[in-house]
């Protein structure tokens, strides 16, 4: 059964990190394509970050370059979004997603969807 689960969201104050992970199982992610994207209340879910299988990363929101970063381990089947700076704009559910390959900002050209995790930023 093809899963992904992320983990590692919670509250942390503004300035502070958190790192997220994007474990699949079922599947190997070594092919694939995996983009993180992160829906606020009454927002639209928006790409965040992505990276390819050949580890080029694309950024789709500029705020978040120099504070964003992602990386995957393939031997873990894992890719992880190290978030630094945070911001209380940051403040949504984080989700990954995979698709074949290269990166795409339309989150409808995803296959598979983790359950989301929350990041709240919040003093």
């Known amino acids: 059964q093809v899963q992904l689960v992320e983990s590692g969201g919670g509250l942390v104050q503004p300035g502070g990190s958190l790192r997220l992970s994007c474990a699949a199982s079922g599947f190997t992610l070594d092919y694939y394509a995996v983009g993180w994207f992160r829906q606020a209340p009454g927002k639209e879910r928006e790409g965040v970050l992505c990276?390819?299988?050949?580890?080029?990363?694309?950024y789709y929101v500029d705020s978040m370059k120099g504070r964003f970063t992602i990386s995957r381990d393939n031997g873990k089947n894992t890719v992880y979004l190290q978030m630094n700076s945070l911001k209380p704009e940051d403040t949504a559910v984080y989700y990954c997603?995979?698709?074949?390959?290269?990166?795409?900002?339309?989150?409808?050209?995803?296959?598979?969807w983790g359950q989301g995790t929350q990041v709240t930023v919040s003093s």
């Open positions: 997603a995979t698709r074949f390959f290269s990166c795409s900002r339309d989150k409808n050209n995803y296959d598979y």
């Open positions: 990276i390819t299988s050949r580890e080029s990363s694309t």
